[in-house]
């Protein structure tokens, strides 16, 4: 019942649905305290109100959103709750009394300050944004960009002004409540209107020229300044929603790696505030005219990480080839998209990419692709089989639903609660790890409620576990871990400023340049999180993974075999050389299944009762009796590409291969627009090699 109501509500918890259920009862607790009329039970109920909306706003509850959508928005609440207080003062006989028009006049001049608290806010957030933001790129000595307004006057600014009646609320009803204490209300009135005057007049000088960034004018003529000087020869290019930060994220690594110089290119001020740590310098550009506008003429190639619209504002700049490289290698039909064919170039991962796009027949021509390989694979390890004395670990990682509701995008639905419920109840007895898509739920309330139930059937089993005297642990070890976890923690919280955020976009451009030496150090903590991690709970535990830590490669590293679904994370899997198995959800059967999807040869098929299961635990627990142990080598080959040389290496080739090709190209065109003799020769030679200033 409750869980359903959860859902209906569209809450994140019990808690959360309890502070609504409060609060919508609070109104009418309030309306009836008011008639009686109440004074304590008006406090009472009103007090609740207040607790409750403050709840549900720290925990960014939908229903807040929904309440905006239907007229019910914050500062509604908060006058209903004002006129309800004077209602009750008139209910009390106080309507005679100065305290009652003192009160009344101040609701109105209190909601009357409104207007230019909102107007101001507004504004200082508008003058304060950058029409283009960086990370990396050195803006302190170039422009003169002011601190930001104090974050605790920004910050949710509507939230704490409309707060500001409490005063005059408590104050009106100790007036309500005893005899002769008119004072108080008064007081409470006057506290009122101070603070929320002066909150309106500190807000007033940040509009002051001295406090505001310079002008967008001169912020795009110092990055086209900057961009001269640094001369980027390579771009990551990338636009998306929050969600798809990750798919920006994976290359990053291998931006910096390089051996042009790297520049990374956002579309969307979301995804910059989402974008992991790097040494790359980074220019989010949210205009299309802006970027349009922008000197990229030395730049030689563009890389491309996901099919968008956007990607046209870069695409039609001749100077440059550009590339599409992905967000991972899969069988999916993403991985063909015939929006692909705009690109001088698609690279993939090995020959498998290549056979995907002939078979597609989607128009990406076969010399127009390049085996690259996967750099992001380096971190994980090969498979030497299970260490004696401790039992194998099975990671089960689904993919979420997509967007078209094919029954075989996920085994969340039809598979997970068996596949789950089978590895639990293994003999011997096995690890399991469920780390769920990011995405999963967001489309399919189906594929939302399956994965509850798997959280829960982990948990479950972790419990009963925990509870069984077969299964020990070395509980000194672990809580030395957990110590080791902390410390790390609050190192890293301390060293990414958590506390002191930076108080907007245009502070955080201006003191955007990593810090190489705090860089490395939450890199090197990074890693000893990780190990500290998988060392604070027992090797045999039943574990849930969420969030982005740890990441899906670590749990690879700590898996002896993966259950998932079509996806790049089995082409990465691949990388291991670790036996895995692929559920056939749509049943197209095992020959049909392993004909569609290249990723699969080397697996063991589940059917939707998972009843092959036992086919994988068998070649983790006796590697020299596994069968597919060859075709998985050969597989990965053909898949990821040849472990030499490095991937990073091949991807290294194939910048340097293009960047040539741009360069020849460019080469060409001034060769025969000098060679035509036209008039105006050379103007047309400097359109040609430079970026055009509009679509």
């Known amino acids: 019942m409750i869980s359903t109501a959860i859902r209906v509500a569209r809450v994140g ?159 009106l009803l100790v007036c309500a409540i005893g005899d002769d204490l008119d004072l108080a209300g008064y007081i409470g009135v006057g506290v009122t209107l101070f603070l929320g005057a002066l909150y309106v007049l500190l807000l007033m000088p940040h509009l002051r020229a001295d406090r505001l960034p310079p002008k967008p004018e001169k912020v795009l003529d110092t990055i086209s300044a900057w961009l001269r000087e640094y001369r980027p020869e390579t771009v990551l290019y990338f636009s998306g929603s929050k969600d798809s930060a990750y798919q920006v994220n994976m290359w990053l690594e291998t931006m910096e790696q390089l051996d042009s110089r790297p520049l990374v290119i956002l579309r969307e001020r979301v995804i910059l505030n989402n974008l992991a740590p790097t040494t790359v310098p980074v220019i989010c550009v949210p205009g299309g005219v802006h970027l349009m506008n922008m000197d990229l003429s030395t730049v030689r190639v563009a890389l491309y990480a996901a099919n968008v619209g956007k990607n ?90 997509g967007w078209d509701g094919d029954p075989g995008n996920t085994s969340t639905v039809l598979a997970g609660e068996n596949i789950v419920k089978k590895l639990v109840k293994a003999d011997p007895p096995v690890r399991v790890l469920y780390k769920a898509h990011p995405f999963t739920g967001t489309v399919s309330k189906e594929a939302g409620a399956a994965h509850r139930r798997i959280v829960a059937l982990v948990e479950k089993a972790a419990a009963e576990r925990a509870a069984d005297a077969r299964f020990t642990a070395d509980a000194a070890a672990q809580e030395q871990a957990k110590a080791e976890l902390a410390r790390i923690e609050a190192r890293l919280a301390e060293l990414s400023g958590t506390g002191r955020d930076r108080g907007d976009e245009a502070e955080a451009a201006r003191d955007g340049l990593v810090d190489m030496k705090k860089h490395e150090e939450v890199a090197r903590l990074r890693a000893e999180w990780n190990d500290a991690y998988w060392r604070s709970f027992g090797s045999f535990e039943h574990r849930v993974i969420s969030g982005a830590e740890p990441r899906l490669f670590d749990c690879f590293n700590v898996s002896d075999a993966m259950v998932s679904d079509i996806s790049s994370v089995v082409s990465d899997f691949l990388a291991s050389g670790k036996p895995y198995a692929v559920t056939d959800s749509a049943e197209l059967g095992v020959e049909e299944f392993k ?65 040539l090709k741009a360069e020849t190209r460019n080469l060409g065109q001034e060769s025969r627009t000098a060679a035509a003799g036209t008039p105006g020769a050379d103007e047309l030679s400097d359109a040609l090699s430079a970026q055009p200033p509009t679509a």
Not at 56 to 79: D, E, W
Not at 98 to 123: D, E, N, S, W
Not at 326 to 344: C, E, I, Q, T, W
Not at 632 to 645: A, I, N, S, T, V
Request: charged share 20%; glycine share 6%; with cysteine.
């Open 312 to 401: 046209i504002h870069l695409l039609r700049v001749p100077t440059m080839k550009h590339v599409f490289i992905g967000h991972g290698d899969s069988d999916k039909l993403a991985s063909v998209n015939p929006f692909s064919k705009v690109y001088d170039e698609v690279w993939t991962a090995g020959r498998a990419g290549r056979d995907r796009y002939a078979i597609a027949d989607v128009g990406v021509r076969d010399e127009d692709i390049v085996e690259v390989g996967r750099p992001q694979l380096a971190p994980i390890r090969g498979w030497e089989g299970v260490p004696d004395g401790r039992i194998p670990t099975v990671l089960y990682a689904p993919t979420w639903e």
């Open 13 to 171: 918890s019990a808690a959360e649905l309890a502070a609504a259920a409060l609060m919508m009862l609070g109104y009418p607790a309030l309306l009836l305290a008011a008639i009686i009329p109440s004074a304590p039970a008006f406090a009472a109920a009103a007090a609740v109100t207040y607790l409750a909306d403050h709840y549900l706003h720290r925990k960014g509850s939908y229903l807040i959103n929904l309440l905006n959508k239907v007229r019910a928005g914050l500062s509604i609440r908060f006058l209903i709750r004002e006129l309800l207080l004077v209602l009750l003062l008139a209910r009390l006989g106080l309507s005679q009394e100065p305290v009652f028009y003192a009160a009344i006049a101040c609701f109105i001049v209190f909601f009357g300050l409104q207007a230019p608290h909102g107007a101001l806010v507004t504004l200082i957030g508008k003058r304060r944004q950058m029409p283009v933001v960086t990370r990396n790129v050195d803006l302190a000595s170039r422009l003169t960009i002011p601190d930001a307004p104090p974050r605790a006057l920004m910050t949710k600014a509507g939230q704490k002004m409309l707060h500001l009646d409490l005063a005059a609320v408590v104050g």
């Open 595 to 659: 004909r569609q999807n290249t990723a699969v040869r080397a697996a063991t098929i589940l059917s939707n009762s998972a009843a092959e299961l036992g086919e994988l635990l068998a070649a983790v627990r006796d590697p020299a009796a596994d069968p597919l142990a060859k075709d998985r080598k050969e597989l990965k080959q053909y898949l990821l590409g040849p472990d030499e040389p490095t991937s990073i290496q091949q991807f290294n080739t194939a910048v340097a291969d293009l960047a």
